[in-house]
């Protein structure tokens, strides 16, 4: 999430060279995080919790070498400071699930300047030797993680769309009326079992009732059948609307 939060772009410029990072991360037992009791996940240790976390902010503000850690140090029984550094630059990690208040901060110090944000409220407030400058860029209608689930999402619409579009144009040219190869057989099992599930019905692959789903949109491509005795009506009704299908169709 936080490769998606654009407040922290305001520390790239301070990224470069050698330096002091420090970012500390501390959160209290339990809150009330978007009106939901958020608790400290008490099934995975406080690095497991909440490295990912750290990683994804030191990269997204310009911390680009490999990370090697140098010593792990308790600051007390639940709490831990880790040492790291990547090439010329020495990072310090604090991570607190007890403190009992919440804390986002991350510093860079070089020779001749201590850049320093604190989004503990997002987007946070940036200081340099002090003082404060512009506020970092925001969207209160795109938070981080709207951000990063529209690229993703976005991404994996496209690759998906390609993926439908080359499957449904195999099957089209290598099917015939005797029927199709185990592998185009199962790809379109796989579409119509998917446009399934869309409508809550479950279908395996192996029983009667998908054997048939198969052979109902073989004869639906092929010889334009709309008839389907052997499957209960909701299932005809996903062969008949099929998207899938359609598109093997317009492919023939």
């Known amino acids: 999430m936080y490769l998606f939060a654009p407040y922290l772009s305001v520390m790239k410029p301070y990224a470069t060279g050698k330096g002091r990072w420090r970012l500390e991360w501390c959160e209290p037992d339990e809150e009330v995080r978007w009106g ?38 308790l600051i ?21 699930r007890h403190a009992g208040f919440r804390r986002r901060y991350l510093a860079i110090e070089t020779d001749s300047v201590t850049s320093e944000l604190d989004f503990s ?11 404060a400058v512009d506020a970092p860029p925001w969207n209160p209608q795109m938070r981080p993680l709207a951000l990063e689930l529209s690229a993703f999402l976005a991404l994996m619409q496209e690759a998906t769309k390609s993926f439908l579009d080359l499957q449904a144009a195999m099957i089209a040219g290598g099917t015939c009326d005797d ?31 998908g054997r048939a789903l198969v052979a109902a949109a073989q004869g639906f491509i092929w010889r334009n059948e709309d008839v389907f005795p052997e499957l209960s009506s909701e299932l005809a009704s996903i062969v008949r609307r099929s998207p899938f299908l359609a598109r093997v169709r317009k492919s023939r």
Do not use: Y
């Open 121 to 131: 409220t997002e987007p946070g407030v940036l200081k340099v030797n002090r003082k």
């Open 179 to 209: 029927g199709c190869t185990p592998g185009l057989a199962r790809a379109l099992f796989e579409a119509l079992c998917r446009e399934a599930a869309m409508a809550g019905l479950r279908v395996s692959e192996n029983s009667g009732e």
């Open 76 to 96: 007390d029984p639940w709490s831990v400071r880790l040492h790291l550094r990547a090439g010329e630059v020495a990072v310090e990690l604090i991570f607190d």
């Open 36 to 73: 939901e009791l958020k608790s400290t996940p008490q099934h995975v240790t406080t690095i497991e919790d909440t490295f990912p976390h750290a990683w994804a902010i030191l990269r997204a503000s310009g911390l680009s070498g490999p990370l090697e850690l140098r010593r792990v140090d």
